[in-house]
């Protein structure tokens, strides 16, 4: 495997720009399209515990079945809302990045460039035309 791994969807313009921040410095992560290849319960598990975030931090609401579930109820156990995650991956919010340097929720998407191991190459500007690193490849 190589060292940064997203779990990405490509349908997701969050996603898009994590993954060529990835790129643009350089690296040819593993991407791993989640809802086509979830990850199964013990990934998911060390995803969280790496990220240090509580489970529900995780829980992505727009798009998906999160409010037809009721999984705002503080009723719902981290088991049983990582059971919902598996059963239902797009609610896995994303892009989750894995690197030498830390595991990250990338969102927004400029979170990624603090765990890069290396600098960006150059300017990159997100697909809605915000700069996030200037022409002399410094973070914005």
Request: with cysteine.
């Amino acid at each position: 495997m190589r060292p940064i791994t997203i779990y990405h969807n490509p349908a997701c313009g969050t996603s898009r720009n994590v993954l060529a921040m990835i790129r643009n410095s350089d690296e040819d992560p593993t991407v791993i399209e989640y809802l086509k290849t979830p990850p199964d319960r013990e990934t998911l598990k060390a995803l969280i515990a790496a990220m240090g975030v509580p489970v529900r931090a995780l829980l992505r609401e727009k798009g998906t079945p999160y409010a037809v579930l009721g999984l705002d109820d503080l009723k719902w156990s981290d088991a049983q809302l990582i059971d919902f995650m598996l059963q239902h991956p797009i609610l896995i919010n994303r892009p989750i990045v894995v690197t030498p340097l830390g595991t990250r929720l990338c969102r927004p998407s400029e979170v990624v460039l603090d765990i890069l191991p290396k600098p960006q190459r150059g300017a990159f500007s997100k697909e809605d035309g915000e700069t996030v690193v200037d022409a002399q490849a410094r973070r914005v």
